[in-house]
């Protein structure tokens, strides 16, 4: 797929509403060693759009895992699972900080912070390194 220009006023609005910080797994963007990205909540091969309403501020490892993605199955179920999306939804209805872990709380978190990665081993030792735990 084509790389979409996005305009400079655009990035900064998306970074600044979200406070420099991934909406996604929450952590500060000058907390890592490399910056944020933005990423098409719904992607545009998905019918996403480059509104402002349908871009998120993404660490590169959120963006990284998520890519085009816009949920994943519950197997048990055999349930189509949508992800947490930044303007659609409230991160504490779905997600909550367990020291260093984040812990799903509903189907949409469950499928977020598994294919997102939110607890893997890497993730989990940056966030005891910034708690200084």
């Given at each position: 797929m084509e790389r979409v220009y996005l305009s400079r006023k655009l990035r900064d609005l998306v970074a600044e509403r979200a406070n420099h910080a991934c909406e996604y797994c929450k952590i500060n963007e000058q907390d890592t060693a490399l910056s944020c990205a933005i990423d098409h909540i719904?992607?545009?091969k998905h019918g996403g759009?480059?509104?402002?309403?349908?871009?998120a501020y993404a660490c590169?490892?959120?963006?990284?895992y998520k890519g085009s993605d816009i949920?994943?199955?519950i197997w048990e179920t055999k349930d189509f699972v949508r992800f947490y999306h930044p303007r659609w939804d409230v991160w504490?209805?779905?997600f909550q900080f367990q020291q260093t872990q984040i812990k799903p709380l509903t189907p949409i978190g469950n499928v977020t912070a598994k294919i997102l990665c939110f607890n893997e081993p890497?993730?989990?030792l940056e966030?005891?390194?910034?708690l200084g735990e």
């Open positions: 719904i992607s545009l759009s480059n509104e402002a309403d349908n871009l590169v490892f959120c963006n990284r949920g994943s199955i504490e209805e779905h890497n993730r989990i966030r005891q390194y910034l």
